[in-house]
């Protein structure tokens, strides 16, 4: 059993930043793949980014506003957003699985409780 935990949302207005982060606990929460999804209201959880076994993934959306980093020290996976726009508004949830179907929600095993970010225009 893997226990996540996000952190980091808030409010922030167009062009600014927020880090999130995902702090993992448990058997063997160092040996997962983490993935950040995000859920607008009304809209299905949409892939962001994912990090395993030391490579990085991103939707076209965030490519070069987003970084997904790893501290396995501190077993957490962080999330730093630039340059954020009103349409990346949504709950983001951070979630661990094996790593193989990285951008879809069913690649996942354990899901955190999501936090909130809202960028104003």
């Known amino acids: 059993q893997v226990q996540l935990v996000e952190s980091g949302g808030g409010l922030v207005q167009a062009g600014g930043s927020l880090t999130l982060s995902c702090a993992a606990s448990?058997?063997?929460?160092?040996?997962?793949?983490v993935g950040w999804f995000s859920q607008a209201p009304g809209k299905e959880r949409e892939f962001v980014a994912a990090?395993?076994?030391?490579?990085?993934f991103y939707v076209d959306s965030v490519k070069g506003r987003f970084t997904i980093s790893r501290d396995s020290a501190k077993n957490t996976v962080y999330l730093q957003m630039n340059s954020l726009k009103p349409e990346d508004t949504a709950v983001y949830y951070c979630?661990?699985?094996?790593?193989?179907?990285?951008?879809?929600?069913?690649?996942?095993?354990?899901w955190g409780q999501g936090t909130q970010v809202t960028v104003s225009s």
């Open positions: 979630a661990a699985g094996t790593g193989t179907y990285y951008n879809t929600p069913i690649g996942y095993i354990y």
């Open positions: 448990g058997r063997s929460a160092g040996n997962y793949a």
């Open positions: 990090i395993s076994w030391g490579r990085t």
